[in-house]
């Protein structure tokens, strides 16, 4: 990581925006083990931290803007014991990270998108399953999430148009709640 954050300030000579993603598997209960919980945990959480430890060395004196990757799913979602449980750790450590380094002018969000189309998705069997098509159903915008609807999202926050806004969640679910 620390190799990562040296190039991007070789190459681009400071750092202004760090977004930390992360993985998902869903899971029923009795699925669930040990290694599948330290995985997730490991990237979506320790990862978070660790990113986000490493980024705050590279940002210039104007400080930056972190945007963490959550979930509407931190609220719970069937089958997502794991997945909820990290993006929930998420939100919190957003709270927690954008008190502590507003003082230093960097900025600490987060995006909880709803169903987006992906890779994942796709590999996941999700798109053009019944699971899709529910989602479709209680989204008031009439279907899923494209990466464009999650990326304008991020460029907002990483713009000057957002300096007043650090500590939020952002929901991008086409109002699914």
């Known amino acids: 990581m620390r190799r990562l954050f040296a190039e991007t300030k070789k190459a681009f000579d400071t750092l202004d925006v760090l977004v930390n993603a992360g993985v998902c598997k869903f899971l029923p209960?009795?699925?669930?083990?040990?290694?599948?919980?330290?995985?997730?945990?490991?990237?979506?959480?320790?990862?978070?931290?660790?990113a986000t430890k490493e980024a705050a060395k590279h940002f210039g004196p104007n400080g930056g803007s972190v945007i963490n990757i959550s979930s509407i799913?931190?609220?719970?979602?069937?089958?997502?014991?794991?997945?909820?449980?990290?993006?929930g750790a998420v939100d919190a450590?957003?709270?927690a990270l954008a008190a502590?380094?507003?003082?230093?002018?960097?900025?600490?969000?987060?995006?909880?998108?709803?169903?987006?189309e992906t890779e994942g998705t796709h590999s996941a069997g999700i798109?053009?399953?019944?699971?899709?098509?529910?989602?479709?159903?209680?989204?008031?915008?009439?279907?899923?999430?494209?990466?464009?609807?999650?990326?304008r999202v991020a460029v907002f926050l990483a713009?000057?148009?957002?300096?007043?806004l650090t500590g939020e969640r952002l929901t991008a679910a086409g109002g699914y709640r």
Not at 101 to 111: A, D, E, F, H, T
Not at 128 to 151: H, N, V
């Open 73 to 87: 799913a931190s609220a719970g979602e069937a089958q997502a014991a794991i997945y909820s449980g990290t993006k």
């Open 159 to 164: 713009s000057d148009d957002s300096a007043w």
């Open 29 to 50: 209960l009795e699925e669930i083990t040990e290694d599948e919980f330290h995985r997730e945990f490991d990237i979506n959480v320790l990862g978070t931290l660790l």
């Open 100 to 116: 502590e380094l507003g003082p230093r002018n960097i900025r600490v969000n987060s995006i909880a998108p709803g169903e987006v």
């Open 127 to 151: 798109i053009g399953s019944d699971f899709e098509k529910a989602m479709i159903a209680r989204t008031p915008l009439g279907r899923i999430g494209q990466p464009d609807d999650i990326a």
């Open 93 to 95: 450590i957003t709270g």
